[in-house]
């Protein structure tokens, strides 16, 4: 089981230290990531590993969202299913 | 495979422009719960609604935060209780509104619907008791919805129903006046209903359904509008097919949720609804749709081939997206839950005659439409009775919903609030068509009704 973590908005120090290290305490490995700063926005989607989170996934979704508030950033964390269906049939 | 641009766009169909799941609604019958001790009717009904939806909105939410994608509404749709009250005639059915009610606190759900009666034919034993004990049950109760079939193609149009119901909404809504005239606005009288319908307040369980199953209902007014406003310059031809891709990402979303709702709660997938409903907010209107293809104002010339395009283009793009299609699936066009409507109306260029024309080529009907409070009950069943006929000879489900604002007249708003909005109030004709609604009988079905 995959999730897609987005994270879009101004650029500061350590976005993805901070949200990578959610993941390793979530026990989520992380698989690919993709990141472009365009100006100062930046943008970074992170394909993660989620079949052997630790806890729910519920909470790694608040904890992400909580950053995002925190840091002033749009983060969504979803699961990879959404984005397999509605693009394709 | 993912892709960067893929996931980018269904996060901006979300997040700006308005992309939800509409609602889940689950289905069960109650045919198991009849029962000549009401009383006894009543505890069957409660106990049968916690224990299959007990679990529905915890679900619901369980999923949106697994996809992240918001699913507005959690509801429940039942058997048409006429069904029950026919088994114990002398029992109010009243109390079965009060035990749906009961079940819609204790799963908080925020809607069941099913408080009904399918009298297209005639009226058999239940059907009248529920039908004038509507307005007292949409007083007493908060989260229920009722609905009346009074016609289909198969069958005609009972004039003796279309009479009666124009009695019952204007009494509903007098016995909700203090709480602005709510009550009509829970009440639909329908021609060729239909048995799978997710969204409220038409929806009822269907006794062709099986016992339990789960529907869903899609939305996106806003995303399709999206779509179109990068494409000004586009050929209607065009116009079209993005319409069609739109709506089948939409769809696409619908199928996912629907699939997951019915794994985790271990009941068979019903339908997906193909609709586009609009709400109040702002982004989220199919007259804003219209508009940007072209039109000035909702309600202009030109309204219904552009309506009859995008209903025609919705359908085609979410049919292939789903494995089973049903339910109402087309656009949506009340006029209180739409911003763009509201404002049309208000300008007075929307009329209630444009109205009737878009819903030959809509999914729907008549719908959240505000009328002057001193509207007559026979005028009421006369626009049912046109409404009804354009379902009947069209083969089409076709409903009206009209909310007569008690003490308030034409230029006068009524506010819901929520997910239902603010109406002006419309004018009407103010000629008489007493002399026809009291004739009564039924209009015989038409030639399409004879297809073997």
Redesign the interface.
Known sequence: MRA?V?V?GKDTVGILHKVSGICAEYNVNVIEV?QSVLQDMF?M?M?VDISAIKGD??EL?DRMTALGTELGL?I????????????S? | M?N?Y??????RMI?DECLDIRTITMGISLLDCIDTDIEKACDKVYNKIVSKAGSLVATGQ?IE?????PIVNKRISVTPIAMLAAACPDGDPVKFARALQKAADTCGVNFIGGYSALVHKGFSAGDMALIRSIPEALDVTQNICSSVNIGSTKSGINMDAVKLMGEIVKETAVRTADRDCIGPAKLVVFCNAVEDNPFMAGAFHGVGEPDCEIHVGVSGPGVVRAALTKYPDASINEIADIIKKTAF?IT??G??VGARASELLGVPFGIVDLSLAPTPAVGDSVAHILEEMGLEMCGTHGTTACLAMLNDAVKKGGV??SSTVGGLSGAFIPVSEDAGMIDAAVAGVLSLEKLEAMTAVCSVGLDMIVVPGEIAPETISAIIADEAAIGMVNSKTTAVRLIPAIGKKEGDTLEFGGLLGSGPVMPIREKSSAKFINRGGRIPAPMQSLKN
């Open positions: 897609v987005t879009i993709t943008a989607i394909l996934f519920s979704v749009s969504h964390t979803m699961h990879e299913d959404i984005f397999n269906s509605m693009h049939v | 993912l960067v893929n996931i980018l766009e269904t996060i997040q369980q935060t697994e996809y992240g994608i990402k696409r979303m199928q996912l292939m997206a």
